[in-house]
């Protein structure tokens, strides 16, 4: 009986087969070792892919979560740093306006008039802040400034202490508009009454955060500074006992304000806390679903060595008979 000859180009297209199945096991032992991840993953699943899709979903639910946190804990930080900065901005303010009520010094009631208008303005920048394109304290209003311009709220105060002649009057005047519907709130104030929605930062977890301008804080250190810059706009110009004792009223509402803002700072620091808190929650609930993912798709790391040694073995084998038979000539046929 006559044998089955292979020919040369056939032995050649079979040793190329070889090579690649070769290779391409040895890429596949090789990533297994690696990562300790199997690369059939429909084969360690047994097809049945739920199990997967339910874990990529969720985390895709936590990742949009974690982002949405991150853009809450960065509106809220900025919220944070703006009341840092009328902190910065008040200090010693009203021990200031209060010692030189006391000295009745006329001329430097004139100097610490002027830095009041100054740091009002100031005062209403910092209240106009916007982060990433959204106003701070506008409420709901993201898109509009908070505070209407400086001129425009003095000139409305101006309208309002017209005639009277008591600084004591002229102090509770102004503190009763920054309280009054029909004058901050309408004249001063440009954002929404309502405030942001709530932040949704997990699945049942939202955070309630909304500091708007008319907080009552933020319009008692407007108030202070109002009542000191207007006398720079001439209000009781001439009356000097008048002027000290709204000196010292202003005095007074500063401080007071400085009060009620470091306990808006405190309240504002335990949303800080809670988004941190939420943050971390996330990344722990998220640690957990990769490791369960990765323990769907983890392969025995012994068999994985072994089999990528195994592997590497029959390359090499296959490499040494490939060079030996690419030496065969006639000569050595004959031999």
Do not use: C
Request: no cysteine; proline share 2%; hydrophobic share 45%.
């Amino acid at each position: 009986m006559s044998g089955v000859t292979v020919g040369d180009m056939s032995q050649v297209f079979a040793m190329r087969r070889q090579t690649y199945d070769i290779k391409t096991a040895l890429e596949r032992a090789s990533y297994e070792v690696t990562t300790g991840q199997t690369q059939d993953l429909a084969g360690a699943v047994g097809g049945d892919f739920a199990p997967i899709a339910a874990i990529d979903h969720a985390r895709k639910a936590l990742a949009s979560y974690a982002q949405s946190n991150a853009e809450a804990t960065n509106f809220v930080s900025g919220v944070q740093n703006a009341l840092v900065g009328l902190e910065n901005l008040s200090s010693d303010m009203g021990s200031s306006f209060l010692l030189v009520a006391q000295a009745q010094d006329d001329d430097r009631i004139d100097v610490l008039a002027s830095d009041a208008k100054g740091r009002f303005g100031s005062a209403v920048a910092i209240l106009n802040t916007r982060f990433a394109g959204q106003s701070l304290f506008s409420g709901a209003a993201t898109d509009q400034t908070a505070l209407n311009a400086p001129d425009v709220i003095l000139e409305a105060l101006k309208t309002e202490v017209a005639g009277l002649t008591s600084g004591t009057e002229i102090a509770a005047r102004v503190t009763a508009w920054f309280e009054a519907d029909d004058g901050f709130s309408a004249v001063g104030y440009a954002g929404a009454q309502d405030g942001r929605a709530p932040l949704q930062v997990g699945p049942n977890d939202q955070v309630d955060f909304s500091v708007t301008a008319q907080n009552s804080a933020l319009r008692a250190h407007l108030a202070g500074y109002a009542m000191a810059a207007l006398m720079d706009e001439g209000i009781l110009a001439g009356n000097p006992a008048a002027r000290a004792s709204l000196m010292a009223s202003a005095g007074t509402a500063m401080l007071g304000a400085d009060n009620k803002l470091a306990a808006l700072r405190a309240d504002v620091g335990g949303v800080e806390a809670r988004l941190e808190l939420a943050a971390t929650r996330i990344a722990a609930e998220d640690a957990g679903l990769q490791t369960a993912r990765d323990a769907i798709a983890a392969v025995d790391p012994y068999a994985a060595a072994a089999a990528l040694q195994s592997t590497q073995t029959q390359l090499e084998s296959l490499f040494a008979i490939t060079a030996r038979l690419s030496r065969l000539n006639l000569t050595e046929f004959l031999r």
